[in-house]
């Protein structure tokens, strides 16, 4: 079992582009979660996506949306780009959006220059 | 905001037991304690997680008490590859699209 894989592991973006970033979930998981985590800091819920729907979302503006796809896998895009974008993108699957046992996977570093 | 109050860091010597501290006085009666670790340069990883009872896994005990306002997770026998940040977390469980809310968690160091 892969567990949960993201790509690309390491990505360098220019400020006002736009960047997708992908995750495949753990096999028997059909719930997907995104989080941006800042240097030295926590991980932060952006949104969940369960039975191909958003499901809730944290504190982000519109510039975040994503996607899931019929086989569970799902998207994370982020348009207009700022400097304060840089960080760790860490995807979560689990089952049914239950947080027991989710797994996350080894994230995405996003430079934004 | 996170719900759980952590100390932001600890030391604990090779071989022996860890116990790493979380207050959560507003927890509600349908919250679950959850703890994950994230070391270095990974992605956070789900250790154990209990409602009111004491649980234990392969990793680690998780000690509840009986008010529910506090909880130890326990470590015991630490080894140098136990060195990470470690989360409490107070969230529902079984379902609902809230996000688990990470606040700074405590960081373990193991020494040799």
Known sequence: DAGVTQSPTHLIKTRGQQVTLRCSPKSGHDTVSWYQQALGQGPQFIFQYYEEEERQRGNFPDRFSGHQFPNYSSELNVNALLLGDSALYLCASSFRQGWAEAFFGQGTRLTVV | ?112
């Open chain 2, 1 to 112: 905001d996170a719900k759980t109050t952590q100390p932001p860091s600890m030391d604990c010597a090779e071989g022996r037991a860890a116990n790493l501290p979380c207050n959560h006085s507003t927890i509600s009666g349908n919250e679950y304690v959850y703890w994950y670790r994230q070391i270095h340069s990974q992605g956070p990883q789900y250790i154990i997680h209990g409602l009111k009872n004491n649980e234990t896994n392969e990793m680690a005990s998780l000690i509840i008490t009986e008010d529910r306002k506090s909880s130890t997770l326990i470590l015991p026998h630490a080894t140098l590859r136990d060195t990470a940040v470690y989360y409490c977390i107070v969230e529902r469980s079984g379902g609902g699209a809230d996000g688990l809310t990470f606040g700074k968690g405590t960081h373990l160091i193991i020494q040799p």
